[in-house]
């Protein structure tokens, strides 16, 4: 029997699926959401493919100065960590599961291990194993979503130099502050990443996106919808926060 991984917080394993590592909950409509998110009636599937358009394409719905567009690379980088993030983003951005990494100051892999469509589990081992490391990585199958709630608890309970996440299109990178991973993350990360009421400043930011979300024609189109709503809103979860963030595009 797998010995679950119990912190304070609870097990990171339990929650929804749908959207990445440690129990993260799905996208509204689908699987581990909050809702069925319905076509809107009487829309034609044209006006259907102009609304997604215009809501994807709308400039004042983007990121701002905030967000670092830095492509990876393989040149020469001051930066002795940036070519493990590359390595793990070439191997996994197009996989179909998870997979968790984590690697230590010296550069040594503490802890690899598969996952399935959803999330990575880890026992109170490697749990410990992955405390104080440089980098914490897992990658997000068939989307381009960044961190979810439970990431932000871990990075404050495993205490990473960095947090990084690798989807199909982007790298997700979030630094820790130089006074270390904010305890009200705990506190205040679901109200500021949850796309609920509750949340004054993230219900904000979905209500921009809500019309074409339900508008949108196929799954496919919905997912990208809410991709992006979770990409824009992570900009100002960090800030809020007082984080480095960058979204890079691969």
Known sequence: MVEEWDIYLGKFTEGGSGSGNFGHSGRPGERGGSGDGGEVEGDSPAVQAASVAAIMADPSISYDAHEIFTPLSDGETSDPLHLNVKAFADKYKDARLERGMSIDEDGFITVDKQGNENSVKYTAAEGNLMRDNALNMHNHPECDRPFSTQDLKHYV?????????????YVFTMHKPEGGWPKKMLRDGPKQMEF?????????????FAGAYRNAATSEEKSKVWDKARRVNMVRVCKYFGIKYTQEKI
């Open 157 to 169: 309970w495993a205490n990473p130099d960095r947090g990084v996440v690798v989807s199909k299109n």
């Open 196 to 208: 609920k009421p509750s949340g004054r400043e993230a219900w904000a930011v979905w209500n921009k």
